[in-house]
Nanobody, 123 residues
Framework: VQLQASGGGLVQAGGSLTLTCTASGGSFRRYTTGWFRQAPGKERKFVAAFGWSGNTKYTGPVKGRFTISRDNAKNTVSLQMSSLKPEDTAVYYC??????????????????WGQGTLVTVSS
C-alpha cells in the first residue's frame, strides 16, 4: 500500500485546514488509518485514528477541533482541522495498521506511511 498525505500549508491561529491521505494498491476499508504529527525537535505523536469498522479515536489536545473521516469511493481518509493553534504546527503523517484497536495510538504498529505534509499555524 502506498500512501500520500496532502493538504498542509500555512494558516493563522483559529483557522482551518483539511489533510487528505490517499491510498494506492490497497483499500482503507481493510485497515485502521492513523494520523500522527511530529513537531520540530520532538517525537512523533498520535493525533487520530479511523478504524476499519468506522470507529474513531483522538488524542486529547485535538478533541472537538479535529475530525477524521473516510471516503470509501475515493479511497481517502481526511483530517479536518479547525480552531488551529500554533502548537498544532508539525509535519503530519498518515499511516495504516491492522493492529488491535487498543494499540492504534502506538506508531510502532503501523506498517505503511505517507511522506508527511507540513502544517504551520502562525500566531
Amino acid at each position: 500500500v502506498q500512501l500520500q498525505a496532502s493538504g498542509g500549508g500555512l494558516v493563522q491561529a483559529g483557522g482551518s485546514l483539511t489533510l487528505t491521505c490517499t491510498a494506492s494498491g490497497g483499500s482503507f476499508r481493510r485497515y485502521t488509518t492513523g494520523w500522527f504529527r511530529q513537531a520540530p525537535g520532538k517525537e512523533r505523536k498520535f493525533v487520530a485514528a479511523f478504524g476499519w469498522s468506522g470507529n474513531t479515536k483522538y488524542t486529547g489536545p485535538v478533541k472537538g477541533r479535529f475530525t477524521i473521516s473516510r471516503d470509501n469511493a475515493k479511497n481517502t481518509v481526511s483530517l479536518q482541522m479547525s480552531s488551529l493553534k500554533p502548537e498544532d504546527t508539525a509535519v503530519y503523517y498518515c499511516a495504516v495498521t491492522t493492529v488491535v484497536w487498543g494499540r492504534v495510538t502506538e506508531d510502532d504498529y503501523y506498517t505503511y506511511w505517507g511522506q508527511g505534509t507540513l502544517v504551520t499555524v502562525s500566531s
